[in-house]
């Protein structure tokens, strides 16, 4: 395996599967059992899942809704998804602990980066909810930050597309996709890859981030064991 510590990031729409709204339990098993071919190789997996299938904060605020309310309506639907994506994983064998940024002591552990990183060390999958556990920031910026704080190799960002292109290949046909790019192109670019607190973070620590279809079966496995799937962006 080319990655021995690896943050998986994963959108809270990508949960949705094919409805409208809410958790795909298809999904979620499929998921499961992709992480599971990379746990069983003995790869240390951590996970940020987002919020969005089931509340945003900032479309909340756009709504009229106080935006730090907001944020944290979203900071909780990120625990349900942790949840969600903690029982599938059982479900396959795979231990696994969820930590939370905010304290929900009846519900999951609060983040302590020692005991994170002792659980990985372990050989249990760690899930990362309640964002960074601040109104304002994404849950980009908590996968960078969380990251850097398990002294993960990669960030793993899991989409419905297969990388990083020039314009956006649902909607343009003659699209170009990167294999590999660097930050400063990136931001020279333009190119959406994550919020910008997060994106800045990631490359002030020198953490690459690879971009590639989640929805797959196998790519998970082929990005860790160091095959060229997705985007690779790096220094």
Known sequence: MK???????????????????????????????DIKTITDKGVEVAIVIGGGNIF???????????RVQGDHM??????????????????ADIPTRLQTAIKINEVAEPFIRRKAMRHLEKGRVVIFGGGTG????????????RAIEIEADVILKGTRVDGIYNADPEK???AIKFNSISFDDVLKKGLKVMDTTAF?????NELPIIVF???????????????????????
């Open 74 to 91: 979203g900071m909780l639907a990120t625990v349900i998804n942790g949840l969600a994506l903690q029982s599938a994983l059982e479900d």
């Open 200 to 204: 800045t973070l990631s490359q002030e």
């Open 3 to 33: 990655y021995k510590r690896i943050l998986l990031k994963l959108s809270g729409e990508a949960l949705m599967g094919k409805r409208q709204y809410g958790i795909d339990p298809e999904r979620l098993s499929e998921y499961a059992q």
């Open 56 to 66: 945003r904060g900032l479309s909340g605020a756009s709504n009229g809704m106080d």
């Open 172 to 174: 343009d046909s003659n």
């Open 134 to 145: 601040n109104p304002y920031f994404t849950t980009d910026s908590a996968a960078v930050l």
């Open 213 to 235: 279809d989640m929805n797959t079966p196998g790519n998970l496995l082929k990005v860790v064991s160091g095959e060229p799937i997705g985007t690779e962006v790096n220094i």
